[in-house]
């Protein structure tokens, strides 16, 4: 049996925004979840590990480098897995557009200096997130990240996709994850698995029906240029007929989970 | 999710082609096909079967020839309708974009006016017959300057000499390996032939072509564009257009760069790195702007677009996962909802992983109908489980019919319907009541439903002029059975018990002033209760024009106080007093009921929802006349 040790903790706030690149010109769009690169973000805020702006700055000083190729966040924790648990009314969040300003012309430089912005933001998102350690990642990454989550300590604070809406990291806990076969449903985000069959004639759970979600959200940086490369994330409740092989699951507090 | 749609779209086509051209519509103009091969006179004499006039009703169009033009329109137009895509760059008086097309304003070269006849600006429009063909010369060979334009694509960034080489080398590679139908045409002869031979017929017959054209016009009027194309394959056409594309279906080129066997760059339409909104580009970040798509993708997204704009703008338009591109909304899956402003640009787009038919909705209802025979308003029990006629319902009650059109996104002004209290509130919840009418979550209106049907209530008393009550009833009615759909309940009571206990409070009461003992009440709930009849009775017998509801402001205000209360219902009944008959017993007994009892607890929740439920809900003082009492009308 393969087990792995995991970290575990629930990520919630009043409000949320991830940012999709692919429309600027007049509402700012939010994913409907956190992705893996907010994600890790968001742990390299705790670790106290260097973002954009510092890795901006690093490349204008020494040039383009194996050390500068990414942010310092993802260059340390890109080979960290994850799973993301996503709360809410069948795993979706509302979603709200705000309108507000920034009429600090100097930061904007809007013509008129008057930015009006205009912003989806999710409503109190709540995830439960797993870190798991594995063979990829260094060591010391990982026991420095578990201890600081266990330990409610952070370097900078963690946020939501932007410092207006802070983060709420609740109930830390280490557990362990255990390697399964028999798929019969996944309970996190996942990569969608070509050649998975979900079993149609099912009855759905009690109270509910049956739900399927799919998006295309970031997954890498592009190591030449650092811009998003997506896949398709899913989540549903349908139960599973089948499933490829090659597919890797682990069991974790009673849930089925695949890593991101 | 603009990147889901793509991706599905692509998909779709692949499958389907026509799907691209289901949606396409030709501008209104004169469209014309010609063989080069073929003299002008030859030409002239199969010409009736050769064009179609695109006007606004469409009449004079050849069906079959209009589908092939919306092929052959499609691969000669400019990207975006965008000026700035075009290839006659300045002049922008050619608007086709290969050679094998001719397109161009007929105002810009049927002229009815002699030059000397029109004035320096007019002469600056248009082309008279020998600029025409001297432009065509030279539009020509910009197209053949243009055609090379792709290979600027590759990003050398190399300064020095030998380093630049290399680079080149290896663009020239690159493109040798993954665009290979782009290189190759570059020095076919025969395309090169026939891109001479086009431009040879236009000049030599142009003409010919514009006195056909004139006479065509003065007997069949068409405006607009004139639009020649050349009869050579589709699969001609599809490349010229590649060439073009490739190179103009970026917004900034300087963004261009490769990954793997692919050329990325940012993509035009909805997306903006405008010198004038410096904001929008990554500033501190490596990767300078939000987003990098193949060619592919591009031209999909930009064909999407179009796809998105034909089921027109400013409602927001719903589309289930798996059958995005057929509309058919059965399907037991996610949802897509989306929609585009004027200019195209998204306003709204949501992905839900439900669709709300899955989800069922109870609302019990109580709905009131006037019978003509009786001539009484009657009161019968329904449920409501469709979505579509709940939000009819909400609608019609709680908006005054004013949740029209674009009312998501839309702005919401102030009118004689909307007052500002009804803007706010529209405002704020309007997003709550969509995910809950149209995308079946209940998680945002939920919390907010209480105090948001209690204030669109209080709005109504207070806006409502005198027989607007049946309304405002109803609109009770519906807060009620929304409470008790979304499980809210009122001091642990249920919408849909609290409307039967209205009925039970109403029939008991009436059974207990009918009999002329002497009437005392139960209990601090029908205290409320009665308290709200006698307001309403006494508001009732005011003799204003345009009385309104806002009567029963300072009653309602006091409803946490009862003994504020009793001296607001005696400041009414001084007020009203000359117009009450001192032998009606009903109104009598009740009175003194109400004004000699004392509620043991503090008032609750539910104390005042009796309150404004015995303002509203029929009324026992107007009940029609028994044996003994004075004939009452009901308002």
Same mark, same amino acid.
């Given at each position: 049996?393969?087990?792995?040790?995991?970290?575990?903790?629930?990520?919630?706030?009043?409000?949320?925004?991830?940012?999709?690149?692919?429309?600027?010109?007049?509402?700012?769009?939010?994913?409907?979840?956190?992705?893996?690169?907010?994600?890790?973000?968001?742990?390299?805020?705790?670790?106290?590990?260097?973002?954009?702006?510092?890795?901006?700055?690093?490349?204008?000083?020494?040039?383009?480098?194996?050390?500068?190729?990414?942010?310092?966040?993802?260059?340390?924790?890109?080979?960290?897995?994850?799973?993301?648990?996503?709360?809410?009314?069948?795993?979706?969040?509302?979603?709200?557009?705000?309108?507000?300003?920034?009429?600090?012309?100097?930061?904007?430089?809007?013509?008129?200096?008057?930015?009006?912005?205009?912003?989806?933001?999710?409503?109190?998102?709540?995830?439960?997130?797993?870190?798991?350690?594995?063979?990829?990642?260094?060591?010391?990454?990982?026991?420095?990240?578990?201890?600081?989550?266990?330990?409610?300590?952070?370097?900078?604070?963690?946020?939501?996709?932007?410092?207006?809406?802070?983060?709420?990291?609740?109930?830390?806990?280490?557990?362990?994850?255990?390697?399964?076969?028999?798929?019969?449903?996944?309970?996190?985000?996942?990569?969608?698995?070509?050649?998975?069959?979900?079993?149609d004639f099912a009855d759905p759970p009690e109270n509910s029906s049956f739900y399927y979600f799919e998006e295309m959200m970031p997954w890498k940086l592009d190591p030449k240029l650092n811009y998003y490369k997506f896949r398709t994330v899913c989540l549903t409740n349908k139960f599973i007929e089948s499933i490829p092989r090659k597919s890797v699951f682990y069991k974790t507090e009673g849930k089925t989970l695949a890593l991101l | 999710m603009i990147m889901d749609f793509t991706k599905m779209y692509q998909e779709a086509v692949k499958k389907n082609q026509s799907i691209l051209f289901d949606t396409y519509k030709l501008k209104r103009g004169i469209y014309i096909l010609l063989d080069y091969h073929k003299t002008w006179e030859q030409n002239l004499d199969s010409i009736e079967n050769s064009y179609v006039i695109i006007d606004r009703t469409e009449t004079y169009v050849n069906k079959s020839l209009q589908e092939k033009?919306?092929?052959?329109?499609?691969?000669?137009?400019?990207?975006?309708?965008?000026?700035?895509?075009?290839?006659?760059?300045?002049?922008?008086?050619?608007?086709?974009?290969?050679?094998?097309?001719?397109?161009?304003?007929?105002?810009?070269?049927?002229?009815?006016?002699?030059?000397?006849?029109?004035?320096?600006?007019?002469?600056?429009k248009v082309l008279f017959p020998d600029e025409l063909k001297k432009h065509i010369e030279e539009f020509y060979q910009k197209l053949e300057q243009f055609d090379d334009g792709f290979l600027n694509l590759?990003?050398?960034?190399?300064?020095?000499?030998?380093?630049?080489?290399?680079?080149?080398?290896?663009?020239?590679?690159?493109?040798?390996?993954?665009?290979?139908?782009?290189?190759?045409?570059?020095?076919?002869?025969?395309?090169?032939?026939?891109?001479?031979?086009?431009?040879?017929?236009?000049?030599?017959?142009?003409?010919?072509?514009?006195?056909?054209?004139?006479?065509?016009?003065?007997?069949?009027?068409f405006s607009n564009y004139v639009k020649i194309f050349f009869d050579?394959?589709?699969?001609?056409?599809?490349?010229?257009?590649?060439?073009?594309?490739?190179?103009?279906?970026?917004?900034?080129?300087?963004?261009?760069?490769?990954?793997?066997?692919?050329?990325?760059?940012?993509?035009?339409?909805?997306?903006?790195?405008?010198?004038?909104?410096?904001?929008?580009?990554?500033?501190?970040? +490596?990767?300078?702007?939000?987003?990098? /798509?193949?060619?592919?993708? #591009?031209? @999909?997204?930009?064909?999407?677009?179009?796809? $998105?704009?034909?089921?027109?703008?400013?409602?927001?338009?719903?589309?289930?996962?798996?059958?995005?591109?057929?509309?058919?909304?059965?399907?037991?899956?996610?949802?897509?909802?989306l929609s585009l402003d004027t200019d195209s640009s998204v306003i709204y787009l949501d992905n839900v992983p439900f669709n709300a038919r899955q989800r069922k909705v109870r609302v019990p209802f109580r709905e009131i109908q006037y019978n003509k025979e009786l001539k009484t308003y009657q009161e019968t029990d329904k449920e409501i489980y469709d979505r579509a006629e709940l939000f009819g319902w909400v609608n019609r009650f709680f908006f005054k019919n004013q949740l029209q059109g674009s009312w998501l996104t839309g702005e919401i002004s102030v009118?004689?319907?909307?007052?500002?209290?009804?803007?706010?509130?529209?405002?704020?919840? +309007?997003?709550?009541?969509?995910?809950? /009418?149209?995308?079946?979550? #209940?998680? @945002?209106?939920?919390?907010?439903i209480?105090? $948001?049907?209690?204030?669109?209530?209080?709005?109504?008393?207070?806006?409502?002029?005198?027989?607007?009550?049946?309304?405002?009833?109803?609109?009770?009615?519906l807060r009620l059975g929304l409470l008790d759909c979304l499980d809210v309940k009122i001091d642990e009571m249920k919408g849909e018990d609290i409307m039967d206990y209205l009925s039970e409070l109403y029939h008991n009461t009436d059974h207990d002033l009918d009999n002329n003992n002497f009437f005392a009440i139960e209990n601090d709930r029908q205290f409320y209760y009665l308290a709200g009849q006698l307001t309403y009775y006494l508001a009732a017998q005011s003799e204003a024009a345009n009385m309104t509801h806002d009567l029963y402001r300072p009653v309602m205000m006091a409803v946490g106080n009862p003994e504020k209360l009793k001296e607001q219902l005696e400041e009414m009944r001084k007020i009203y007093g000359y117009r009450l008959r001192h032998n009606y017993q009903r109104f009598n007994y009740a009175y003194a009921a109400v004004m000699g009892y004392s509620p043991d607890e503090k008032t609750t929740q539910l104390d005042k929802e009796l309150m404004l439920a015995g303002l509203l809900s029929a009324n026992l003082f107007f009940k029609k006349k028994t044996k003994n009492d004075e004939k009452e009308i009901d308002v």
């Open positions: 049996m393969i087990c792995l040790e995991t970290v575990a903790f629930e990520l919630k706030g009043k409000f949320a925004f991830f940012k999709k690149p692919d429309v600027n010109s007049k509402i700012y769009f939010t994913y409907s979840h956190i992705h893996k690169i907010a994600l890790l973000g968001l742990l390299g805020s705790i670790l106290g590990y260097g973002g954009y702006t510092q890795q901006y700055e690093a490349i204008r000083e020494a040039g383009t480098n194996k050390d500068n190729q990414y942010p310092e966040f993802y260059q340390c924790l890109k080979h960290l897995n994850v799973a993301i648990v996503p709360h809410g009314d069948c795993g979706y969040f509302a979603k709200k557009i705000q309108s507000f300003n920034n009429s600090v012309g100097y930061a904007s430089r809007e013509e008129g200096g008057n930015l009006i912005v205009r912003e989806q933001w999710l409503e109190n998102p709540h995830w439960t997130i797993y870190l798991f350690k594995n063979n990829e990642m260094d060591t010391t990454v990982f026991e420095n990240l578990k201890r600081a989550i266990i330990h409610r300590q952070s370097v900078y604070v963690p946020y939501l996709g932007k410092n207006d809406h802070m983060a709420v990291i609740d109930n830390p806990r280490v557990c362990e994850s255990t390697l399964i076969r028999d798929v019969h449903e996944i309970n996190s985000l996942y990569y969608e698995i070509p050649g998975i069959i979900f079993d | 033009f919306k092929k052959l329109d499609y691969y000669s137009s400019v990207l975006f309708d965008s000026s700035n895509k075009m290839v006659d760059l300045p002049g922008r008086k050619i608007h086709s974009i290969t050679p094998l097309a001719f397109f161009m304003k007929e105002q810009t070269f049927l002229l009815d006016k002699k030059k000397e006849d029109m004035s320096a600006a007019e002469q600056k590759y990003p050398i960034t190399a300064h020095k000499k030998k380093d630049k080489q290399q680079q080149l080398k290896e663009r020239d590679q690159f493109f040798t390996e993954n665009y290979p139908d782009l290189v190759s045409a570059l020095k076919d002869p025969v395309r090169l032939n026939r891109n001479h031979d086009i431009r040879k017929y236009l000049i030599e017959n142009m003409d010919q072509i514009i006195l056909w054209l004139k006479a065509i016009k003065e007997r069949t009027n050579v394959p589709v699969e001609d056409y599809q490349q010229e257009y590649k060439l073009y594309v490739v190179q103009k279906i970026y917004t900034v080129n300087d963004y261009c760069a490769i990954d793997g066997s692919n050329i990325v760059g940012l993509p035009s339409g909805d997306m903006t790195v405008n010198g004038k909104k410096p904001y929008l580009k990554h500033r501190t970040m +490596r990767t300078e702007v939000p987003l990098r /798509l193949s060619v592919d993708e #591009a031209i @999909a997204r930009k064909d999407l677009y179009k796809w $998105l704009e034909s089921h027109g703008k400013f409602i927001t338009q719903k589309y289930s996962y798996q059958e995005l591109l057929k509309q058919d909304l059965r399907s037991e899956e996610g949802m897509y909802y009118n004689q319907v909307i007052t500002p209290t009804l803007q706010s509130i529209i405002l704020q919840s +309007r997003q709550a009541w969509f995910d809950f /009418l149209f995308k079946g979550s #209940a998680s @945002a209106i939920r919390p907010m209480n105090r $948001l049907t209690l204030e669109l209530i209080t709005e109504l008393i207070v806006t409502s002029e005198r027989g607007g009550r049946t309304q405002i009833l109803q609109a009770y009615y």
